[in-house]
């Protein structure tokens, strides 16, 4: 099974950068499509950018298209999100998420799930 740890969260000013990585346990991570998913308070658990097995496939919202990028290492079991001209509404709780084989955009279709990640951004 696999099992998934955030770290990277923090405070930065609006128009900065954080990089958020995803550490995976388990020799089957290479076949799992990995998510980033953000929970703000008040709101609902939303989809921010995932990635294929393989790395050559990727989606992100729209709210977060050309600031974020979404990257893996299979050899190294990690994810990361780089976040770049942060905004004060990209502030929430960010969690890693990941599925076997196909990605998508869909919260419950994840079955694991780390602990999750701060993430906040002064204006």
């Known amino acids: 099974q696999v099992q998934l740890v955030e770290s990277g969260g923090g405070l930065v000013q609006a128009g900065g950068s954080l990089r958020l990585s995803c550490a995976a346990s388990?020799?089957?991570?290479?076949?799992?499509?990995t998510g980033w998913f953000r929970q703000a308070p008040g709101k609902e658990r939303e989809f921010v950018a995932a990635?294929?097995?393989?790395?050559?496939?990727?989606d992100y919202a729209g709210s977060v298209k050309g600031r974020f990028t979404i990257s893996r290492d299979n050899a190294k079991n990690t994810v990361v999100l780089q976040m770049n001209s942060l905004k004060p509404e990209d502030t929430a709780v960010y969690y890693c998420?990941?599925?076997?084989?196909?990605?998508?955009?869909?919260?419950?279709?994840?079955?694991?799930w780390g602990q999750g990640t701060q993430v906040t951004v002064s204006s």
């Open positions: 998420a990941a599925r076997p084989s196909i990605f998508d955009r869909v919260t419950v279709d994840y079955n694991v």
């Open positions: 388990g020799r089957t991570f290479s076949s799992y499509a």
């Open positions: 990635i294929s097995p393989s790395g050559r496939n990727t």
